[in-house]
């Protein structure tokens, strides 16, 4: 058993980690402001004898420090963030302060806490920004194209930089794909592709596909991303390391609509909209690192997946 902070705990991967790292056995402390987590992410956490809930800013100046020399986690899973890359546009600052400054007082409260033994962050695909050459490898030069990807990319150099400060902790970045399932907050038009199609068609609405369809992304459930967590804070490890959390599969956004009909046993009409100014055009993760050093594979086959995303 691990004793193991989870930041954003109330989030659509924080509280699939969260009942994961139950389920197998971790005692877990969740850490949450509310800003964007929900409450009913957590129903199942609630009342578990190995799960205790702190309501508090994680990037308050000193919060972390107390809990880590309070609680004495011996992991920390770093998902609290601005998590929409819109936002961080319109507001540079708070994706500073949330994305950045706040892995920074991760790092510091880590390096000088003795229990913390690693370090994991949720990095994203979107420090890669429109890389040409797929798919995409952890050493390719990251050119992101969005303070989102900027500020991620900076918070891996802190989790780098707080391993060379302290050799007793490990740390792991991990750069997520476009993740999909339950719990996904549809409300925003910026939501995952996923979650919007899932939604439209629960309405009765046709799913509206920006440009022609054929554009790719590599689709990972939020299972598998959760299973990745896992493996990232309790795998025994040195040093600092940056692994992609993909399928290494693309999938066109008409593979999507056509598989989302499979599921539902009746083909999708998608209605047209213009393609979204600045959309990447393919997107694809290749998956052996995060395989060879965490043995992590994702298993979810997509039709599976989108089966049990429309039926909840
Ligand atoms: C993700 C981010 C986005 C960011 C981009 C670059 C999410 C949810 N989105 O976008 O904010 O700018 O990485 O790092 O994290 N699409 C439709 N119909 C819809 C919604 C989307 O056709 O209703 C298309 C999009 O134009 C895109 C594809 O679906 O081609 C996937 O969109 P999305 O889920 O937003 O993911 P990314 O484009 O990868």
């Known amino acids: 058993m691990t004793k193991i902070l989870v930041t954003g705990a109330a989030g659509f991967i924080g509280s699939h980690t969260v009942d994961l790292l139950l389920a197998e056995g971790h005692e877990v402390t969740g850490l949450d402001n509310f800003r964007t987590g ?7 956490a609630f009342g578990h004898p190995r799960f205790k809930l702190i309501r508090a800013d994680a990037a308050e100046p000193g919060v972390l420090a107390h809990i880590l020399a309070e ?3 011996e992991a920390v899973l770093h998902l609290a963030a601005l998590v929409s890359v819109p936002e961080s546009i319109a507001q540079p600052g708070l994706n500073r302060r949330l994305n950045i400054e706040m892995t920074g007082l991760l790092a510091q409260a880590a390096v000088t ?4 033994r690693r ?3 949720a990095s994203s695909a979107a420090v890669y920004g429109a890389c040409p050459d797929l798919p995409l490898r952890e050493e390719s030069a990251g050119r992101p194209l969005s303070p989102y990807g900027a500020a991620k990319l900076a918070s891996e150099h802190i989790l780098g930089r707080a391993v060379l400060a302290q050799p007793g902790l490990s740390a792991l970045a991990l750069r997520y794909f476009n993740v999909y399932g339950p719990r996904q907050d549809p409300r925003s038009p910026y939501s995952g592709v996923i979650s919007l199609f899932a939604a439209a068609l629960r309405e009765g609405r046709a799913p509206a596909i920006h440009g022609d369809g054929g554009q790719t992304r590599d689709f990972i459930a939020v299972a598998d991303v959760a299973r990745a967590n896992l493996l990232a804070l309790t795998r025994p490890l040195s040093g600092f390391h940056v692994l992609n959390v993909c ?3 693309a999938v066109s956004l008409q593979e999507l609509l056509a598989a989302m009909g499979q599921a539902l046993g009746a083909a999708v009409q998608p209605a ?3 393609a979204r100014v600045g959309d990447i055009r393919h997107s694809l993760g290749f998956p052996g690192r995060a395989e060879s050093l965490l043995g992590f594979r994702a298993g979810g086959d997509l039709t599976s997946g989108l089966a049990r995303l429309l039926r909840d």
């Open 247 to 249: 399928t290494g599969r």
């Open 119 to 121: 370090l994991v962050l």
């Open 113 to 116: 806490a003795p229990g913390v």
């Open 272 to 274: 047209r909209a213009p």
């Open 71 to 73: 609680d004495k986690p």
């Open 38 to 44: 929900r409450e009913e992410n957590l129903a199942a």
